[in-house]
């Protein structure tokens, strides 16, 4: 049992490590490059956006409580946040079937990345890697036209963060 308990301590310390040696990027520093596929199979990079703020958001799961109210929410605020220049892109570890089936159930309109081995999160500080469970943290960047991070939005509550995005963009554009 006593090496069971080791075993379990060891893995915790691991993981934790290895999510804490991740950085968030600084506000006012390049965005961290990406490429992945998104539900429609489209490979989207974060020069597709260059001209257009980008509200990067990643989250853990497909279709589970929270990432669902916070998908939603920003479905919701759509149309305010396209008015400001905006496009919304979601990230998460699921395949681009998953992502699918997500999109349609909630009729999401924007695009969701998928980035199955973890790689672009991890770039963003947003990787939660504990080597038996891996996932996205609920994290946000505001990326400008020029591919500058502007804003992190770290510990993100799903309820309302779609809202405090809204405002903030509105305050970056200063409409």
């Known amino acids: 049992m006593l090496n069971l308990r080791k075993c379990v301590a060891s893995i915790l310390a691991a993981g ?5 040696c991740a950085e968030t990027p600084a506000v006012g520093s390049l965005a961290p490059d990406f490429s992945l596929q998104d539900q429609q199979l489209q490979v989207r ?3 597709d956006f260059r001209g257009k703020w980008l509200v990067l958001y990643f989250y853990p799961k497909d279709d ?7 998908a939603c929410s920003f479905r919701d605020g759509q149309a305010l946040i396209s008015a400001l220049g905006a496009q919304v892109v979601g990230v998460s570890i699921d395949d681009t079937s998953s ?7 909630h009729k999401l309109p924007f695009p969701l990345l998928a980035d199955t081995d973890g790689r672009v ?9 504990w080597k038996v469970v891996k996932f996205a ?4 960047f505001l990326i400008d ?8 939005y770290l510990n993100v509550d799903a309820d309302t963060h779609a809202a405090q995005v809204l405002a903030d963009l509105r305050t970056l554009v200063g409409k």
């Open 16 to 20: 934790a490590a290895m999510a804490a």
């Open 145 to 152: 036209p020029k591919g500058v991070v502007r804003k992190a």
């Open 99 to 105: 992502h699918s089936a997500f999109a349609e159930k």
């Open 45 to 47: 990079k974060l020069t």
């Open 137 to 140: 943290k609920r994290e946000t």
């Open 64 to 70: 589970t409580p929270g990432c669902t109210t916070e």
């Open 121 to 129: 999160a991890a770039r963003y500080g947003a990787l939660s890697d």
